[in-house]
């Protein structure tokens, strides 16, 4: 008799599920609160920038020590840094709802530098988010100085084949005939007149 009793509550949890399921796929939203995506995509996209700069913060130092020259130091600062990373980027793939896909090509500033191949291959950005999680958590536990920097480099590895894909590349100021004749002491009030 428990048997069954535990069964018919099994059932009705899953029963009861699938309607929760069926009531959320079929909501579509079209703006309120907590749709960020929607009412706050500028905004979604400046918590996922200082997301990502904060993240690489965290990653100096873990950076550094995979140069043979650098000491392995502050073992407990490493782990936590990388801990913290596994969780960031577990979150990641989330700050990116379509309607964030405002990069322009033609602009020297756009809104944002993730491309529009995120939205095209999602699974694919979803996936390596996910990849450099487990690489930073599989840092997060890893002991010696040989074994940790090996580490550093798979977990940066990890980073580094989603920006390739995904993030606009950078390009440095090109220096323009006109640059050479630019009076600086003018425009430093320098220049006696």
């Known amino acids: 008799m428990?048997?069954?009793?535990?069964?018919?509550?099994?059932?009705?949890?899953?029963?009861?599920?699938?309607?929760?399921?069926?009531?959320d796929s079929s909501t579509v939203p079209a703006n309120g609160p907590g749709w960020t995506g929607?009412?706050?995509?500028?905004e979604m996209i400046h918590a996922r920038q200082e997301l990502m700069e904060h993240m690489e913060e965290l990653m100096q130092p873990i950076d550094t020590i995979s140069l043979p020259s650098q000491p392995v130091r502050d073992l407990e600062r490493l782990h936590f840094n990388a801990e913290v990373v596994s969780a960031m980027l577990l979150s990641v793939p989330h700050l990116f709802p379509p309607?964030?896909?405002?990069?322009d090509p033609k602009s020297r500033e756009p809104k944002t530098i993730a491309l529009p191949a995120i939205w095209k291959n999602f699974d694919s950005f979803y996936a390596l988010a996910q990849g450099a999680s487990k690489l930073a958590g599989e840092f997060a536990n890893t002991k010696g100085d040989r074994?940790?920097?090996?580490?550093s480099l798979k977990l940066r590895a990890g980073c580094d084949a989603c920006h390739e894909l995904y993030l606009r590349k950078y390009e440095p100021p090109k220096v323009l005939p006109s640059d050479f004749l630019f009076d600086f002491d003018a425009a430093l009030g320098l220049k006696k007149k």
């Open 2 to 23: 428990k048997h069954h009793r535990l069964a018919f509550l099994a059932l009705a949890v899953l029963a009861s599920g699938r309607i929760t399921l069926a009531a």
């Open 38 to 42: 929607l009412s706050k995509p500028l």
């Open 99 to 103: 309607t964030t896909n405002l990069y």
């Open 147 to 151: 074994a940790l920097r090996a580490a």
